[in-house]
């Protein structure tokens, strides 16, 4: 059976459109849009000598009922929908009427056409409305992760964006302590500042917070303002004590700016802004990543290097503090979870290394140590044995008490090698 006959069957249905007479032939050529398809169809039908076929389009088609039609009216509207919004990449999506999705497969049908020939009115209208999009606004589509999601809404006859959030890589110094990382909202009152019946809460002084600042509030609102976001999720690789420093070149993060409608801004201005306007943390190597790298940094197992201030119980000599020491460096210990965080972590045993440790007493019943080791290595319990709960430990092979009382990490592994840039970012950048 011919092409020329297949298509007679279709237009035996009733009055379509170039572009639903051409849908159902999709697979079969290349290069051509469905309208182009369906013009040529018409027209071959037309020259030949005995069937008096129109040569032109219906005004009405009745299955996709003028919709095909459209495609530059949508395309504006796009336009008109991204209006005051940052991007460089973009992707369409169309919602099909159902009743149009019908007409459709009742073509096929009474054409004798497969249920699955040719493709969907959904695809065209994306392949078609996105093609006018790009060439209005000279801006490349991404199937994969855009700058900008455009859907189409046929049956709500409207277009509405979706702007995907803007990653921001950087690392922190943390120079004060009782900082958390990320917000910690009061307990007592759930966050609102006020009990019911007694007014501000005496816990957090009516702030809604156990601290009153953290890492994640001295730089989200700052990089989320300027790139007029909605809000930021900080996200870090792992996390020091509230009590410890963060030093040395400081900890990986990233920053998901959700919603943000712009993205160029810039980044080191804007580190040393943070820096300058805060007593608490220092920011510096900020760059845009793509969006792989929040779960990168998130599931990264950094080794790190502490420094530690350590309370001994009883007197210990330099000999003796020298030779455990010894016990401790380079070997594998076993920690269950600590008393102090097992109410947020499972209970198990892990195996973790103590890459380097080394120290001298400061006098008889204090200590500064500096370790090296694997990454979620507990290092308070290190020192402590946390009742028998990490072996060996300091306090089991001198067999005196001992207590961490100051801690400062010094480094994190970090994810500072080369990674990939969004799109967004290489085009500003000139690349």
Same mark, same amino acid.
């Given at each position: 059976?011919?092409?020329?006959?297949?298509?007679? #069957? @279709?237009?035996a249905t009733g009055p379509l459109c170039? +572009?639903?007479?051409?849908?159902?032939?999709? *697979? #079969?050529?290349?290069?051509?849009?469905?309208? %182009? #398809?369906?013009?040529?169809?018409?027209?071959? @039908?037309?020259?030949?000598?005995?069937?008096?076929?129109?040569?032109?389009?219906? =005004?009405?088609?009745?299955?996709?009922?003028?919709?095909?039609?459209?495609?530059?009216?949508? =395309?504006?509207?796009?336009?008109? +929908?991204?209006?005051?919004?940052?991007?460089?990449?973009?992707?369409?999506?169309t919602r099909v009427p159902p009743l149009?999705?019908?007409?459709?497969?009742?073509?096929?049908?009474? +054409?004798?056409?497969?249920?699955?020939?040719?493709?969907?009115?959904?695809?065209?209208?994306?392949? *078609?409305?996105?093609?006018?999009?790009?060439?209005?606004?000279? /801006?490349? !589509?991404?199937?994969?992760?855009?700058?900008?999601?455009?859907?189409? %809404?046929? %049956?709500?006859? $409207?277009?509405?964006?979706?702007?995907?959030?803007?990653?921001?890589?950087?690392?922190?110094?943390?120079?004060?302590?009782?900082?958390?990382?990320?917000?910690?909202?009061?307990?007592?009152?759930?966050?609102?500042?006020?009990?019911?019946?007694?007014?501000?809460?005496?816990?957090?002084?009516?702030?809604?917070?156990?601290?009153?600042?953290?890492v994640e509030q001295e730089i989200a609102?700052?990089?989320?303002?300027?790139?007029?976001?909605?809000?930021?999720?900080?996200?870090?690789?792992?996390?020091?004590?509230?009590?410890?420093?963060?030093?040395?070149?400081?900890?990986?993060?990233?920053?998901?700016?959700?919603?943000?409608?712009?993205?160029?801004?810039?980044?080191?201005?804007?580190?040393?802004?943070?820096? $300058?306007?805060?007593?608490?943390?220092? !920011?510096?190597?900020?760059?845009?990543?793509?969006?792989?790298?929040?779960?990168?940094?998130?599931?990264?197992?950094?080794?790190?290097?502490?420094?530690?201030?350590?309370?001994? =119980?009883?007197?210990?000599?330099?000999?003796?503090?020298?030779?455990?020491? $010894?016990?401790?460096?380079?070997?594998?210990?076993?920690?269950?979870?600590?008393?102090?965080?097992?109410?947020?972590?499972?209970?198990?045993?892990? *195996?973790?290394?103590?890459?380097?440790?080394?120290?001298? /007493? /400061?006098?008889?019943?204090?200590?500064?140590?500096?370790?090296?080791?694997?990454?979620?290595?507990?290092?308070?319990?290190?020192?402590?044995?946390?009742?028998?709960?990490? $072996?060996?430990?300091?306090?089991?092979? @001198?067999?005196?008490?001992?207590?961490?009382? +100051?801690?400062?990490?010094?480094? !994190?592994?970090?994810?500072?090698?080369?990674?990939?840039?969004?799109?967004?970012?290489?085009?500003?950048?000139?690349?």
């Amino acid at each position: 059976m011919t092409v020329l006959e297949d298509a007679r #069957r @279709l237009l035996a249905t009733g009055p379509l459109c170039d +572009a639903c007479l051409g849908r159902p032939f999709a *697979e #079969r050529s290349f290069g051509l849009t469905n309208p %182009d #398809r369906g013009r040529a169809l018409r027209t071959s @039908l037309a020259l030949e000598a005995d069937e008096p076929y129109e040569s032109t389009e219906p =005004a009405e088609c009745w299955v996709c009922e003028g919709l095909c039609g459209r495609y530059d009216e949508f =395309a504006d509207r796009a336009v008109d +929908a991204v209006e005051g919004i940052d991007y460089v990449t973009y992707q369409v999506g169309t919602r099909v009427p159902p009743l149009v999705e019908e007409n459709g497969d009742l073509l096929r049908e009474e +054409a004798g056409f497969a249920a699955d020939a040719g493709e969907p009115l959904r695809k065209e209208f994306n392949r *078609e409305v996105g093609r006018r999009f790009g060439a209005r606004t000279d /801006t490349e !589509v991404d199937f994969e992760r855009p700058d900008v999601q455009l859907l189409v %809404d046929l %049956d709500a006859d $409207e277009v509405s964006v979706t702007i995907n959030s803007v990653a921001v890589y950087g690392r922190y110094r943390k120079v004060e302590r009782d900082v958390p990382q990320t917000e910690w909202p009061c307990s007592n009152c759930g966050g609102s500042g006020r009990l019911h019946g007694v007014g501000p809460c005496p816990e957090c002084d009516g702030t809604g917070y156990r601290y009153w600042t953290s890492v994640e509030q001295e730089i989200a609102p700052t990089l989320v303002t300027a790139l007029r976001g909605d809000e930021g999720v900080f996200h870090g690789a792992g996390r020091e004590d509230v009590d410890a420093l963060m030093l040395g070149e400081g900890r990986p993060f990233v920053l998901e700016v959700k919603h943000p409608h712009r993205r160029t801004v810039d980044l080191a201005a804007l580190a040393e802004e943070i820096t $300058e306007a805060s007593d608490v943390v220092e !920011v510096e190597g900020l760059r845009f990543a793509t969006n792989d790298m929040i779960e990168r940094v998130k599931s990264h197992d950094a080794s790190k290097t502490y420094r530690m201030t350590v309370e001994f =119980a009883e007197p210990v000599s330099d000999d003796e503090l020298a030779a455990a020491l $010894e016990e401790l460096r380079g070997t594998t210990i076993e920690q269950r979870t600590p008393n102090r965080v097992d109410h947020r972590r499972a209970d198990l045993v892990r *195996e973790r290394a103590v890459y380097d440790i080394s120290g001298s /007493t /400061t006098d008889d019943t204090h200590a500064t140590l500096v370790v090296d080791g694997a990454g979620g290595l507990y290092v308070k319990e290190l020192v402590s044995g946390d009742e028998g709960r990490t $072996e060996p430990s300091l306090a089991g092979l @001198l067999g005196v008490e001992s207590v961490v009382t +100051a801690l400062d990490v010094l480094a !994190v592994e970090g994810e500072d090698e080369p990674f990939e840039q969004p799109a967004f970012f290489r085009e500003a950048d000139g690349e």
